[in-house]
């Protein structure tokens, strides 16, 4: 972490206007984000999901966002016009879905999506684009960049995908980089493949990280701070390697539910849910 | 209860042909509870399937409660061996209340007391009469799955299948449905066949497990040998690993 965060939010809420009611999707958020690797975790309907979209404006008009502060460095991610947030979607911070099939054009090769991925943001050649595009490839780990270049999007597999997706992504070389469940659709051993590769990837290029998902396990293993929501709030944040030890009674109710390999249990405890969550933070 | 002997299951022909299952045996008694894992395309699903009557084998044989279980099967066959299916948005159809989705399975077993067991299904997952009469979009997914499972269980079967049971469900969600299954299961003494990629949900589960890669059964594990990461094989070394690796210990 260093001392000047690449973003902050300050008091960020999302609200979403219906016929007759308010629904709050997120409410409050405050926290700021340096070169760090910070985990967003929570179940469904927390608004983690909201939240990383809020922050790039892609939200339905429907939605009403509001922060003290919400900026990139010095811009203004609040007031920012339609084209500079063009400029700030993909170049300054990225994002990677969680299903590859459905977030890649299927009827364009996988190596042009990563191609035109750089080109929008890089004034460069087409052939200047198509060599980074391979050499991005390689970077993710693809052993034949010039074959997969040629695939098409339902010709690779969903590792290979979820690749290409972080390849296109990490391309235009983003500050910030808003993974929302990107393992999620994988198998556990590709999973834990692909986070090392992430991790390598930001590391190296000093690039912020917000990995969000439902997964303890997976946040605590490869982040260094976790901010844990529960219905829109934040319940707390705390360090990936004491999240075991935290203090909600919210985090400590999931983390009491997981089934564990190690060892064996007759019942689990279940999560009380205390409406006095909703409340505070 | 089940036994499978050299099953293999194959889908297409020519040389669009693909063996999901290839010579898989392993056999379940009555009472116990059994797991698959395994990585997406294994072919853990398609034995679940096979048993349950929904794909027929290119090989082997499969046996329920002793009687050979073809692809033609007796009403009772059928009624013996229930499934769960993963998604519980999926597998319920939108267009029914809940009512009319427990009393389908009854209609075509020849069930009466459809006004004493739907109630009685219902409060057995832990749902009321206040649910008897919504659509599937008006419940949440975990009452969703509730439903799924009163659906399997409102024949009276044996035997239950379970497809990824919890994989669609939030953490807390899982608890309750994971106790929810072993409570039907020690009550009507069920046999229980798992199929997960979730080490830790099917080590909870499950006495046994075998572990699956393409197509094949690569191992079969006690559960505290699971725990002691006590694998012969490499693939499941390498699945306990990654799967290690990212757990928390207990608080």
């Known amino acids: 972490m260093t001392a000047t965060p690449v973003l902050t939010v300050d008091d960020l809420s999302v609200a979403y206007r219906q016929r007759a009611s308010t629904i709050h999707a997120v409410k409050g958020v405050s926290f700021t984000l340096g070169r760090e690797r910070l985990g967003l ?84 050649t087409g052939s200047e684009a198509r060599e980074r595009a391979l050499d991005m490839l390689e970077s993710v780990r693809i052993h034949d960049p010039n074959r997969v270049y040629d695939l098409y999007p339902h010709e690779v597999s969903g590792g290979m995908g979820q690749r290409v997706m972080i390849a296109m992504m990490l391309v235009p070389e983003p500050d910030v980089l808003i993974a929302d469940e990107p393992t999620s ?97 | 209860m089940i036994e499978l002997e050299s099953l293999s299951i194959s889908f297409g022909r020519g040389a669009n042909r693909i063996d999901a299952v290839r010579g898989v045996s392993f056999a379940v008694a009555a009472g116990e509870s059994f797991g698959l894992v395994g990585e997406s395309g294994c072919g853990k699903s ?122 669609a469900l939030d953490l807390s969600v899982q608890a309750e449905i994971l106790n929810l299954l072993s409570r039907i299961r020690d009550s009507h003494g069920l046999t229980v066949l798992m199929v997960s990629h979730d080490l830790a949900v099917i080590a909870h589960m499950c006495s046994r497990i075998a572990v699956m890669f393409r197509g094949e059964i690569v191992e079969t594990l006690a559960v505290e040998q699971l725990r002691r990461r006590a694998a012969g094989h490499a693939y499941t070394r390498s699945l306990l690993a990654s799967s290690f690796e990212t757990a928390i210990p207990a608080g």
């Open chain 1, 41 to 124: 975790v929570g179940e469904s309907g927390s608004g983690k999901s909201t939240f990383g979209r809020a922050i790039l404006r892609l939200l339905p008009e429907s939605a009403a966002i509001t922060a003290r502060r919400l900026s990139l460095g010095d811009i203004d991610l609040l007031r920012a016009d339609e084209r500079a947030m063009r400029e700030v979607r993909g170049k300054r911070i990225a994002m990677v879905l969680q299903d590859p099939k459905y977030s890649l054009n299927p009827v364009m090769t996988v190596g042009r999506q990563i191609a035109e991925s750089y080109r929008v943001h890089a004034h460069v």
């Open chain 1, 185 to 281: 659709a994988l198998d556990v051993t590709i999973q834990a493949q692909l986070l090392r590769l992430l991790d390598d990837l930001i590391v190296r290029r000093g690039m912020a990280l917000v990995l969000i998902s439902h997964n303890l396990n997976l946040i605590a293993a490869f982040c260094d701070r976790v901010v844990v929501m529960y219905g829109g709030r934040v319940m707390e944040v705390c360090k990936a390697s004491e999240l075991i030890r935290a203090k909600h009674p919210y985090t400590q109710g999931l983390l009491a539910c997981r089934p564990l390999i190690q060892e064996p249990r007759r019942d689990l405890p279940t999560l009380r849910r205390d409406p006095a969550w909703m409340d505070g933070a």
């Open chain 2, 46 to 167: 398609t034995i679940l399937r096979a048993i349950a009557g929904l794909y027929r084998p290119s090989g082997g044989s499969i046996r329920l409660d002793g009687k050979p279980a073809g692809a033609a099967r007796t009403k009772a066959q059928r009624r013996l061996a229930q499934m769960v299916f993963q998604d519980p948005y999926g597998s319920l159809n939108p267009t029914h209340t809940v009512d009319r989705i427990l009393a389908e399975p009854l209609a075509i077993q020849g069930l009466g007391e459809v006004e004493s067991r739907i109630p009685r299904a219902l409060a057995e997952v832990g749902l009321g009469g206040e649910h008897r009469f919504r659509f599937p979009h008006q419940l949440s997914g975990g009452q969703r799955q509730r439903v799924a499972i009163a659906r399997a269980l409102i024949v009276e079967p044996r035997i239950l299948l379970l497809d990824e049971p919890t994989s």
